[in-house]
């Protein structure tokens, strides 16, 4: 009940494209999805977070589209860059207990490579 | 702000033996986390820190794996003795407050190889 599925593994898109990754949840006590992005030799890094009470976030040519009844969540990158190449993990986030520090459960990851 | 900061970066060692990484969270971050990342696969939390105590340490393999958060700032993780499959990234995180919505600020790692 606490994974979270990720798909696909890699990804390769033409400049310019959309690239779209999908997650799904089985917990419904997740209450915050991020998505991370990471490059070869670094730590991963927040990229954007969605709440489940939002359908949508935008933020610049990245998107979240949030299904709270399917379970799932999704990332959409317009006009894909070469420099957005990198590998990206959505992510599920709860509280452990009541007032204490949240933890994030994180997918398999998808490897992106945006051809110039 | 300064980022994370982990130590060693690399470390080769063979199996049986022992190993410690380091970690200096973000000044003044409350939360601090180890994870473990294979090569491919996602990170996977070991231990949760907040402040100076453990608030989950169910994945982290016991008999094997220690960790500690000096005077809730600074952070070691050690493995002894050391298994083949002990082989990947160990990533540390920290975060602003107990009641951070999520948002984790990773260091670049300490990659092991277990020979």
């Known amino acids: 009940q606490q994974q979270v599925k990720q798909s696909p593994q890699s990804l390769i898109v033409q400049k310019g494209g959309i690239s779209i990754i999908n997650c799904a949840y089985e917990n419904t006590a997740f209450d915050y999805f991020p998505w991370y992005q990471q490059f070869p030799g670094k730590g991963p890094a927040l990229l954007i977070a969605i709440r489940p009470d939002v359908s949508e976030k935008k933020e610049g040519r990245f998107t979240i589209s949030f299904n709270k009844s399917a379970k799932q969540f999704s990332l959409h990158i317009m006009d894909s860059q070469p420099g957005d190449s990198a590998t990206y993990f959505c992510a599920a986030s709860l509280s452990f207990s009541s007032g204490s520090a949240r933890q994030l459960t994180f997918g398999s990851g998808t490897q992106l490579t945006v051809l110039p | 702000e300064a980022g994370v900061a982990q130590s060693p970066r690399y470390k080769i060692i063979e199996k049986r033996q022992s190993v410690a990484f380091w970690c200096n969270p973000i000044?003044?971050?409350?939360?601090l986390y180890w994870y473990q990342q294979i090569l491919g696969q996602g990170p996977k939390l070991l231990i949760q820190f907040q402040n100076n105590g453990v608030v989950d340490d169910s994945q982290l393999p016991k008999d094997r794996f220690s960790a500690e958060r000096l005077k809730g700032v600074d952070s070691t993780l050690k493995i002894q003795p050391a298994k083949l499959e002990d082989s990947a990234v160990y990533l540390c995180?920290?975060?602003?407050?107990?009641?951070?919505?999520?948002?984790?600020?990773f260091g670049e790692g300490s990659r092991l190889t277990v020979l």
């Open positions: 995180a920290s975060g602003r407050r107990a009641d951070s919505a999520g948002e984790l600020f």
């Open positions: 000044s003044g971050h409350a939360t």
